[in-house]
């Protein structure tokens, strides 16, 4: 059960796009499309954001979207605000039925 | 609305146990699977461990198996997590979760409402 590979940090400019991978394996990501995301402002509980690769739960803006290649799956946020500063992690169920979280990756909003 | 409210948490020596409690409302509890997730100071989260709908099934993390042990009370809207041998690496936040967003009469695999989180610190 390791944990997912996401990339530490990933900043971008007000306005601009952004992606933040998360790497898995065949047993994993590769396997079934159980991937979901997670927002976490600095002392504050994680937040659902897209749940079965690619779904945003309502209320949830379109700026933010899924999308998953072989064992990578991805979180792309448009049109960057200052309020997506945050922490991020990916989460994946397992063929071990178990659920495995990313390593988190830290938004920098320029 | 949802609340789920964790306590139980605080400072023990390794080796010692404890157990953290959840108390869920605004929602029907028997009707979804809970989990306890954590997060060591500074670090990402982890999954630990899920409890299906009715108590039955029981799944955990690697590194706590045989060591701790979810479960849950329906009639109290209660979750537990019982902690044995503890380690100064299962010093976290642990934070109650419910499983299962659901929407248009179907539920999916996702990590819909957590709580605030307790604090367990394992040190000598």
Request: hydrophobic residues 30%.
């Amino acid at each position: 059960q390791s944990a997912l590979t996401q990339p530490a940090s990933v900043s971008g400019s007000l306005g601009q796009s952004i992606t933040i991978s998360c790497t898995g394996t065949n047993s994993d990501i590769g396997s079934y499309n159980y991937v979901s995301w997670y927002q976490q402002h600095p002392g504050k509980a994680p937040q659902l954001m897209i749940y079965d690769v690619s779904t945003r739960p309502s209320g949830v803006s379109d700026r933010f979207s899924g999308s998953k290649s072989g064992n990578t799956a991805s979180l792309t946020i448009s049109g960057l605000q200052a309020e997506d500063e945050a922490d991020y992690f990916c989460n994946s169920y397992t063929s071990s039925s178990s659920y495995v979280f990313g390593t988190g990756t830290k938004v920098t909003v320029l | 609305q949802v609340q789920l409210v964790e306590s139980g948490g605080g400072a023990v020596q390794p080796g010692r146990s404890l157990t953290l409690s959840c108390a869920a409302s605004g929602f029907k509890f028997y009707t979804y699977s809970m989990n306890w997730v954590r997060q060591a100071p500074g670090k990402g989260l982890e999954w630990v461990a899920l409890v299906s709908l009715d108590g039955n099934n029981k799944y955990y993390a690697d590194s706590v198996k045989g060591r701790f042990s979810i479960s849950r009370d329906n009639s109290k809207n209660t979750l537990f997590l019982h902690m044995n041998s503890l380690r100064a690496e299962d010093t976290a936040i642990y934070y109650c979760v419910r499983f299962g967003y659901c929407t248009g009469g179907v539920c999916y695999r996702a990590f819909d409402y957590w709580g605030q989180g307790t604090l367990v610190t394992v040190s000598s």
